[in-house]
């Protein structure tokens, strides 16, 4: 019995590690709803990667770029690249799908890069122009800064400053280097 109860704290110890590994980091736990509608139309086209929450499936990628396009049956087009490594590394691309499950804001999307396995993709701000954009999703675990252009430096500090803005802890971001201008 005594053993049984030593044992105790070292079970509760390794469930809790266990369980913290498996959901992953969470930036933002009281992950915000998209601030305001996305005209698709104007999202569409070519973002350069300014940062994001570093993810296994993108290690060692740099030089991220993500383009959206219409598809004729009526989804989205998503296509990334990104090069291995460096800035001017070996290039590994990815295409997926998005459709949009919100459409009374158009903020809220879900992508699809294996078959019928779709994820959240919610547009959680954008500037009015479509210069830049916030993309994350529900739970916080998710966050990706973008621009239309490489990054400046200005750039970079406004983006994570607006991200932070909206509850997400900008200190683990990565920052992504882009090839120059």
């Known amino acids: 019995m005594r053993k049984s109860l030593l044992a105790l704290p070292v079970i509760l110890s390794l469930t809790t590690t266990l369980g913290a590994c498996a959901s992953g980091p969470v930036g933002n736990p009281n992950s915000p709803q998209p601030a305001k509608a996305v005209e698709l139309d104007r999202y569409l086209g070519k973002w350069y990667e300014v940062a994001r929450y570093d993810m296994r499936f993108q290690k060692g990628c740099e030089g991220v770029t993500a383009e959206y396009s219409r598809r004729p049956d009526g989804l989205i087009r998503v296509f990334n690249t990104c090069r291995q490594d460096a800035v001017d590394g070996p290039v590994r691309t990815a295409e997926g799908k998005a459709k949009v499950v919100d459409t009374a804001t158009n903020a809220k999307l879900k992508v699809s890069f294996f078959g019928p396995f779709f994820g959240d993709y919610w547009v959680m701000d954008h500037a009015d122009?479509?210069?830049?954009?916030?993309?994350?999703?529900?739970?916080?675990?998710?966050?990706?800064?973008?621009?239309?252009?490489?990054?400046?430096?200005?750039?970079?500090?406004?983006?994570t400053a607006r991200a932070k803005a909206l509850g997400y802890d900008v200190g683990l971001l990565r920052p992504t280097k882009q090839p120059p201008g």
Request: net charge negative; glycine share 10%; proline share 6%.
């Open 129 to 159: 122009d479509y210069s830049w954009a916030i993309v994350g999703e529900g739970s916080g675990r998710y966050l990706w800064l973008l621009s239309r252009q490489p990054p400046s430096d200005a750039d970079r500090v406004a983006l």
